[in-house]
C-alpha cells in the first residue's frame, strides 16, 4: 500500500512554512488504517516486546492498536500536567516550538523491552525525550515506529546515534 497517497499535506499549518503531514485522511480509511498497522506488526514480527510507548496525541492512536497486534501492554507519554499519578519529565524541542513529555514513574520495569511508536518523525526531539524517558525507568529501547519519517529533518540519525533503530511506513521530502 502506497501511505503517503492517503495522508494530506496542509501547507503553512500550525505555522508559516510547515507542511503539516495530517494522518487523520490515513485512519479514516478502513483499509488504509488497517494496512499501516498490518505493516507495523509484520515488521516486528517474531520479536518480543513488554511494552509500546506512545507519544501525545497522534502515537496513542497508532500505537496502542499496534500494542494489540504484538502483545504488548501501552504506556501513554503525556504532556505535561495530564497523568494524574507520579511522573518523571522530559523537555525537548519540537519543529515548531519546545514542549515536555511525562510517563507514570511505575509505567516500566527495569528490564522491560519497549518499541516507541509515533505518527511522524521529524527532528527527533520527541522521540529522543521518550528514550530518555524509558531508559530513566529502566526500560530498554531499541527499537521505534513511525507512520511517517521526514528525512531532511534528521530525527532517524539522532535515533541512531542514541543507539535506537527508526522504522516508518512512508517519507515525505522537505519539511
Ligand atoms: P520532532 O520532535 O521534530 O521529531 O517532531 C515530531 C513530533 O511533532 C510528532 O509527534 C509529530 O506528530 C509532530 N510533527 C512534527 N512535524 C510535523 C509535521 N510536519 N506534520 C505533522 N506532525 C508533525
Known amino acids: 500500500m502506497m501511505f503517503e497517497t492517503l495522508i494530506r499535506t496542509i501547507p503553512d499549518y500550525p505555522k508559516p512554512g510547515i507542511q503539516f503531514r495530517d494522518i487523520t485522511t490515513l485512519l479514516q480509511d478502513r483499509q488504509g488504517f488497517a494496512a499501516a498497522i498490518d505493516a507495523l506488526g509484520q515488521h516486528y514480527q517474531g520479536q518480543v516486546f513488554d511494552k509500546v510507548v506512545a507519544m501525545e ?35 525537548y524541542q519540537l519543529e515548531y516550538g519546545s514542549d515536555a513529555l511525562e510517563v507514570h514513574q511505575d509505567a516500566i520495569q527495569s528490564g522491560e523491552r519497549i518499541l516507541l511508536v509515533d505518527d511522524l518523525i521529524a527532528t527527533g526531539g520527541t522521540a529522543l525525550a521518550a528514550v530518555a524517558l524509558v531508559r530513566q525507568l529502566g526500560g530498554v529501547v531499541e527499537q521505534a515506529a513511525f507512520v511517517i519519517d521526514l528525512p531532511a529533518l534528521g530525527g532517524m540519525q539522532q535515533l541512531a546515534a542514541a543507539r ?12
Open 57 to 91: 496525541a497522534r502515537g496513542f492512536i497508532i500505537g496502542a492498536a499496534l500494542a494489540v497486534k504484538l502483545g504488548a501492554g501501552f504506556v501513554p507519554a503525556r504532556k505535561p500536567g495530564k497523568l494524574p499519578w507520579a511522573t518523571i519529565a522530559q523537555p
Open 164 to 175: 535506537v533503530e527508526g522504522f516508518a511506513l512512508c517519507q515525505f521530502a522537505g519539511h
